[in-house]
């Protein structure tokens, strides 16, 4: 009932969100979608993940049919491309290669068509998602034109000023990192299919599990965004750097901002997302690690080195100050903790965890907002209270999900008590 009801839900906010876009002169969803379809796409790589997500839910036969028709078409859509000295992009071949699919599944019957619409409409909420994410970026901007930069740069220095270390530190080591950094960010929709399928490789034969990290990650990107319009941040290499339109007012990374005692909004620009509070990428890269954990040893380094290049990615390029990660680091944990093993319930433990989840977070907001100068002036005091708060969390949440039952740390968790009752 999920994917259904997703995409339904999904569907509306297409609808709502093109009419915003076209009452703001703006690329809307449902546009964007028809460019997909018309040799003109817009998600790329998006657009090859939702299918390859879809494709858990059929039989070898129709996933190998279904993905060299999605490249025939790719191959013959940039040759369309070249030759009328159209936008070279890829993407149009699994959006058609997935709506054929769609068509065909939903001409089978009994436990094949089920499990084939439910992995299909994963996908295209996948796709769906992406889609209204960019239109949001948008409402971003026109309902924050003044940005909190200066506030965050100011906290941040409870934390050493990271994205001013690692962006120093890109910087000397030359293009390479750089350029695997750059992938390992833009490519988090692969990474997360790549996991998914993992996960859902036995849908065909075995009921499909009740949890998965597709469900997390869809739920993130519907509650974290609503921190772009509460607290509007654009970003060191923005604010400060290369990237700010002749607004910025510093030289990032190479010269650190002198600390203000009167931080500002800033009126920026009404191009640049303000996206960074809280980042996403990181609550998106925390999720991939948590759900390699059940995975075999190379799926868990996998996702492990994909959080770790995901933070410096984050931090390196200017994109996100360090106060961003913390939280978007508990917003994950929180929204996790609330999804996970749907078995076990509303009891006590998942209330705790969820409820000190969201006491963690609006306090952080609220810090960054309205303590920055404080922050500023205690750094030590600050920065073990953002770094140790974060660290209470990650604790409670491993006491909760993950401790081996038989210790007093699962017992705190709530762990042990579940498996006396399952086995009573």
């Known amino acids: 009932m999920l994917p259904a009801a997703g995409v339904a839900v999904a569907a509306i906010l297409l609808i709502a969100a ?3 876009a ?9 546009h964007s979608l028809i460019d997909d379809y018309f040799a003109n796409p817009q998600s790329a790589f998006v657009s090859w993940a939702g299918l390859g997500l879809a494709c858990v839910g059929v039989t070898a036969r129709v996933r190998v049919v279904s993905l060299v028709a999605a490249a025939v078409l790719d191959l013959l859509t940039l040759g369309l491309q070249a030759l009328c ?5 890829i993407g149009t071949g699994p959006t058609l290669a997935l709506t054929g699919l769609a068509i065909a599944a939903s001409r089978w019957d009994g436990q094949r068509r089920r499990t084939a619409l439910h992995a299909i409409a994963f996908g295209v909420l996948l796709i769906m998602a992406s889609k209204v994410a960019d239109t949001w970026l948008m409402v971003s901007v026109i309902a924050g034109p003044r940005v909190l930069d200066q506030y965050v740069q100011l906290a941040d220095h409870a934390l050493g000023e990271p994205a001013w270390l690692v962006g ?13 950094l750059h992938v390992v960010y833009i ?6 299919v790549a996991i998914a399928v993992w996960q859902l490789r036995n849908v065909t034969t075995s009921p499909w599990p009740r949890h998965n990290l597709l469900r997390t990650f869809l739920v993130l990107g519907v509650v974290g965004p609503l921190g ?3 607290f509007p941040v654009v970003g060191p290499v923005f604010a400060y750097g290369p990237e700010g339109n002749g607004l910025q007012i510093g030289d990032w990374p190479r010269v650190l901002p002198a600390l203000t005692s009167m931080p500002k909004p800033l009126l920026f620009d009404t191009v640049t997302a303000r996206n960074c509070m809280p980042s996403m990428h990181t609550a998106w890269a925390t999720a991939l690690f948590i759900h390699s954990r059940g995975g075999p040893r190379w799926l868990r380094w996998a996702g492990a080195t994909w959080l770790v290049c995901t933070l410096l990615a984050t931090l390196g390029f200017g994109y996100h100050y360090g106060c961003d990660l913390v939280a978007g680091a508990v917003l994950c944990l929180t929204v996790e903790s609330a999804l996970r093993e749907p078995d076990r319930g509303w009891n006590r433990y998942r209330v705790r965890i969820v409820t000190l989840g969201v006491t963690v977070f609006a306090g952080l907001l609220l810090s960054y907002r309205f303590l920055p100068v404080t922050m500023s002036a205690y750094p030590v005091v600050a920065g073990f209270a953002v770094l140790g708060s974060l660290a209470v969390v990650s604790l409670v949440f491993y006491a909760t999900w993950f401790s081996p039952p038989g210790g007093r740390l699962a017992d705190w968790g ?11």
């Open 228 to 230: 772009y319009v509460l």
């Open 18 to 20: 093109q009419w915003w």
């Open 414 to 424: 709530g762990r042990i008590a579940r498996e006396s009752v399952v086995i009573n």
């Open 168 to 180: 120093r530190a890109l910087d000397a080591l030359g293009p390479i990192p750089s350029g695997i």
């Open 187 to 192: 490519q988090l929709p692969v990474a997360a």
């Open 85 to 89: 000295g159209w936008h070279v992009s």
């Open 22 to 30: 076209s009452d703001h002169g703006v690329l809307g969803p449902l």
